[in-house]
């Protein structure tokens, strides 16, 4: 089945600096790659995704990468803020459609500093 | 629309105890699945369901049972609790709508296996 990666596990950025989160899955099949940010004590929302069809994708402030040959994608966050601390995670779904089987990784806990 | 709700918000069992884990949605979604998050890790998949009738088994699905017989409702049984099954649980409902994927969570089942 697939295996998520995600470095680095904690990062710690200044504020307005950019924050890069990086994930690698094992499964070539998977063909779509959803981010989450999790808050201390709260549910995981969904805050970006990417198809195995497209090579980057823009919203606001974040961004999402996806490198297919190499089989990692990662998330970039411009101007960090204070509010953007909490635990991101990354995670491949391995089905015939989005949301047949989404496996996640374990996490990085992004910590901005005013 | 209420979105994803779970019920009960806590529940404290004792080791041997069965109960059912209740996850309803008003957003006619296709996809619902439910994780298991146990503290400082990432959320592993227990069971997922495509549609009303269909389910099956994601990366720890030991222990647990789930059945789909309505579209809105995807109930998760712990048969026999043990203190391995202590973690909080979050459904989620999931659906992919004029190309664009949504994804909610539950608020969360806390429990404690004694």
């Known amino acids: 089945g697939e295996n998520v990666e995600q470095h680095p596990s904690t990062l710690s950025v200044q504020e307005g600096d950019s924050a890069v989160i990086k994930c690698t899955y094992s499964d070539s099949a998977s063909n779509y790659f959803p981010w989450y940010k999790q808050e201390l004590g709260k549910r995981p929302q969904l805050i970006i995704d990417?198809?195995?069809?497209?090579g980057e994708k823009k919203d606001q402030r974040i961004a999402v990468t996806l490198n297919k040959t190499a089989k990692h994608f990662s998330l970039h966050i411009t101007e960090t803020q204070p509010e953007d601390s909490a635990v991101y995670f990354c995670?491949?779904?391995?089905?015939?459609?989005?949301?047949?089987?989404?496996?996640f990784g374990p996490g990085t806990s992004l910590s901005v500093i005013p | 629309n209420a979105g994803v709700t779970q019920t009960p918000k806590f529940q404290v069992l004792k080791t041997g105890q069965s109960m059912t884990l209740q996850c309803a949605q008003d957003?006619?979604?296709?996809?619902m699945s439910w994780y298991r998050q146990d503290p400082g890790m990432g959320l592993r998949l227990i069971h997922y369901s495509v549609g009303a009738g269909i389910t099956d088994q994601g990366e720890v699905p030991n222990g647990y049972n789930v059945s789909r017989s309505t579209t809105e409702d995807f109930p998760l049984r712990l048969l026999s609790a043990a203190p391995s099954q202590t973690s909080v649980y979050f459904c989620?409902?999931?659906?992919?709508?004029?190309?664009?994927?949504?994804?909610?969570f539950g608020p969360g089942t806390r429990l404690l296996v004694l």
């Open positions: 989620a409902s999931s659906d992919t709508r004029d190309y664009q994927e949504t994804q909610y």
């Open positions: 995670a491949a779904s391995e089905g015939k459609t989005s949301y047949d089987k989404v496996i």
């Open positions: 990417i198809r195995s069809n497209v």
């Open positions: 957003m006619n979604h296709e996809y």
